[in-house]
């Protein structure tokens, strides 16, 4: 109990909070789509894919946050998708969406484990 009463929550939570965003940056990452573009055009694919950033874990009110951002200025067009010059629909990837839906499932999983080793840890 005495090594319980030192146990450090918010270095928990902090850790905890850090290894779910960078899962899920990596899945924002892997579904975001390149660009094909023919040889011999100049133009190269992937400016959206590399253009994802993951800021650090910082304090906000009684908890923690972490922003996974792109600026690239098309980037909510390729995910929500977007009306075309001739007045059809460009659907959607939806890549943030699927990559929220895939780690909310895998969170008890993820926090157990955490959990467990972090207990581990504090009680050699």
């Known amino acids: 109990i005495e090594q319980l009463q030192k146990f450090d929550f918010d270095a928990f ?8 965003a960078q899962r ?3 899945k924002v990452v892997k579904r975001t789509p390149v660009g094909q573009y023919p040889a011999g055009s ?3 694919g992937g400016t959206l894919r590399r253009g994802w950033r ?3 874990v ?4 009684d908890g923690y946050q972490v922003q996974i951002i792109n600026p690239v200025h098309y980037a909510p ?3 929500y998708g977007h009306r075309t010059r ?3 629909w460009w659907e959607g990837y939806f890549f943030l969406e699927k990559s929220e839906l895939e780690i909310e499932k895998e969170l008890p ?3 157990e484990r955490k959990l467990v080793k972090f207990l581990q840890d504090k009680m050699k």
């Open 13 to 20: 939570v902090r850790d905890a909070t850090n290894e779910i």
């Open 42 to 44: 100049g133009k190269v």
């Open 58 to 61: 910082t304090p906000v009110g």
């Open 54 to 56: 993951m800021t650090k």
């Open 24 to 26: 899920f940056y990596a």
């Open 109 to 111: 999983r993820i926090i």
């Open 86 to 88: 001739g007045g059809g």
């Open 77 to 79: 067009y390729v995910n």
